[in-house]
DNA sequence: GTTCCGCATGAATCGATAG
DNA sequence: ACTATCGATTCATGCGGAA
C-alpha cells in the first residue's frame, strides 16, 4: 500500500510499509536529506513491537547500511534519538550505534542538541527530568551541501545584552587572552539584525489534542530542510510516524519519501497530505 | 610542592603535582565529590603536554580508576568533556570512554548538558559554532547522596495565569488512572513558587581576565556542589587549572583537595585562594 | 480579527508488589 | 534471584474555543 501526492513542484510517496523492505527499492545516492526519529529503546511498545534495549544496535545496523546506500555523496543524514535509562544508568546503545556506524563508513560529524523546553513531569530521588535530545549529523563524505544562510536568526538577547555598553577595548580588536584562536572583535557585530545559529535547538514539543502525538514540532524538520537542502531536492524520513517530515517537506517543495508500518499512522499521514494538497496555494507560502 | 588553607570551617589543600601520583596518596572512599575538566585531547597543547586523542582514553583510564579508589559509594564523579573534531569529524574518545570506565564499575548515571548561553555566533564553512558541553555523571552505587532541594529554581510565569482562577475540575479531579498514567492535581500547585530543574543549565561562560582557558565558571561547580554536597563534605578536582573548584567549595565550606600540575596554573590557586582567606568573613556570605 | 484563558498532553522513571 | 506490572510523582507548552 502506497500513496503519491503531487503539488505544484514537488511530490510526495509514502509507503504503508517496514523500512527496510522499502528501502531497497530505492535507487542508490538518490537522496538529498535523511531526517527521522526511529521508535526508540522499549518505549511505544503499545503501538509499536518493543525493541529490547540489548538488541537496538543489531535491529538498527541494516537499515543504516541502506539508508547509507540510498543517500547522495553530498546529502546528510539526522538521527533524532535518546537513549533510554535502565536499571538507574542510562543505557550505551547510542554510544555503541555511532561506533558501529563508523565502521559501515559513515563520518559522525557534528552532534546538535535539542533543548526541550516543555520536557516530561516527574520526579525522582536520584535525577531531574530530562530535557534534551540528541540529533546526531552523519556524512559520507567531507564535503556536504549546507545552506547555512537559510537559517540565520534574528540578533537576540545575547548581542543586544552584549552590545549595549561596549567598552573601550571592545571596539578595537582585542587578541584574544585565552588564546583559543578566536579573535573577537565584538564591534563587527553592532548592527547587524541576523546571525548564525549556534548548534542547539530550543524548541517545544507540540502537544496537540488530536490523536497521534508527533514525535517531534514542526519547526525541527523545518530547520534542516532548510539548511540541507533546496527546493527540488530529496527528503527521506524511513519512520514516518504521524507524518511531519513528509508534510513540511512538501510545504517547503521539497520532494519526499516516508515509510511507516503502522497502519494507523500511515493513514494519519494520508489525511494530512490530501489536506496540504487541497489548501495547497496557503501552506506553499510557508 | 603543596599549599594547606585554612578557613573557618574547613580546609583546601592543593599540590603542585600530576594528579596520578598525588591520588595513590588519598585514601580509598574518603571524597564525597569529584567534579573537573581535564585537558582536552589536543587543545590547550600551548599550556599542557597536549594527548593526542587517538591515546586519549588509555591516558585517562588509569586517572579513573584511581578516582574510583578514593570516592565514597555515595559519592559522585561529574566529569565535563567534550569531544574534538578531527578530519572534519566529532572523535569518539569521549564514547570509548564512557564504555571502559563502565568496566572499571563506574556507573554511567546521567549526561547533563550545558548550555553555553553566551557563546559567540561563529560560524565554520560546515558547522555552527558549538554552544554545549557534556557534563558526564557518573557513581559507584545506585544510591547516592543528591540533595535536590537546594538547586530548585522558581516556577515559570505560566502558574500565575494558570493558577489564577482553578475551575472546578481542576479542583476535583481524580488522577487519570488509564494511559499514560499522568493525572494532574492542579490544586496541588496552588502556592507553590519553586519547581525542580532540568538536566540542562543555562549558563553563561565567564569572561574573566584569567589566563586560563578552560575554567569553567564558578556558578557550574557551584551547582553542582550544592546539589551533591554538605557542609563539611570534601571536594577532589584532579585537574585543578586557576582552581575554579577549590575556591568554590571553600566559599561553601567544603573541603576541597586540588591537583595542578604546571606551575603557573598552581600559582594563580595559591594567590586566590590567599585572598579568599583574607575577604573570608565576605565571600564566605556566599 | 485579536487576545485571553482553560485544558489535555507528553519517547519518563522509581520502588513496591506480584508472578 | 529475576522479570513483569502498577501506582505515584510532576511542569510547561500548544491548541482551541470564548470573550
Known amino acids: 500500500m502506497s500513496r503519491l501526492f503531487e503539488f505544484d513542484s514537488c511530490v510526495s510517496k509514502i509507503f504503508n510499509q517496514n523500512c527496510l523492505d522499502g528501502l531497497v527499492a530505492l535507487e542508490s545516492n538518490s537522496i538529498d536529506l535523511i531526517i527521522t526519529s526511529p521508535p526508540y529503546a522499549d518505549q511505544r511498545s503499545a503501538t509499536y513491537t518493543a525493541i529490547k534495549p540489548d538488541h537496538y544496535v543489531e535491529w538498527f545496523l541494516p537499515i543504516t547500511s541502506e539508508l547509507f546506500r540510498v543517500l547522495k555523496p553530498t546529502g546528510t543524514f539526522i538521527l ?9 544508568e542510562r543505557h550505551t546503545y547510542v554510544l555503541e550505534l555511532i561506533l558501529e556506524m563508523k565502521k559501515q563508513g559513515w563520518l559522525w560529524t557534528e552532534e546538535f542538541m535539542w533543548h526541550k523546553k516543555n520536557c516530561y513531569p516527574g520526579k525522582w530521588p536520584n535525577r531531574f527530568r530530562d530535557s534534551w535530545e540528541r540529533l546526531l549529523q552523519f556524512n559520507k563524505e567531507r564535503k556536504f551541501n549546507m545552506y547555512q544562510e537559510e537559517v540565520m536568526v534574528p540578533v537576540g538577547d545575547w548581542a543586544q545584552n552584549r552590545l549595549k ?22 564591534s563587527n557585530w553592532v548592527g547587524r539584525d541576523k546571525a548564525y545559529p549556534t548548534n542547539v535547538l530550543h524548541l517545544a514539543t507540540e502537544c496537540s489534542n488530536k490523536s497521534h502525538s508527533a514525535a517531534f514540532p514542526k519547526s525541527l524538520p523545518e530547520w534542516f530542510i532548510k539548511l540541507f537542502t533546496e527546493k527540488g531536492d530529496t527528503v527521506l524520513d524511513p519512520f514516518l510516524g504521524s507524518g511531519t517530515t513528509c508534510l513540511v517537506a512538501s510545504s517547503m517543495k521539497r520532494n519526499s519519501i516516508g515509510f511507516e508500518l503502522e497502519e494507523k499512522y500511515f493513514n494519519i499521514c494520508v489525511e494530512s497530505l490530501a489536506q496540504l494538497n487541497d489548501s495547497n496555494k496557503q501552506l506553499c507560502l510557508f
Open 80 to 88: 533524532n534519538i535518546k537513549e533510554k535509562v535502565a536499571n538507574g
Open 165 to 186: 555598553n561596549l567598552s573601550e577595548t571592545d571596539k578595537i580588536r582585542d587578541p584574544s587572552k585565552v588564546g583559543s584562536g578566536f579573535g573577537k572583535n565584538i
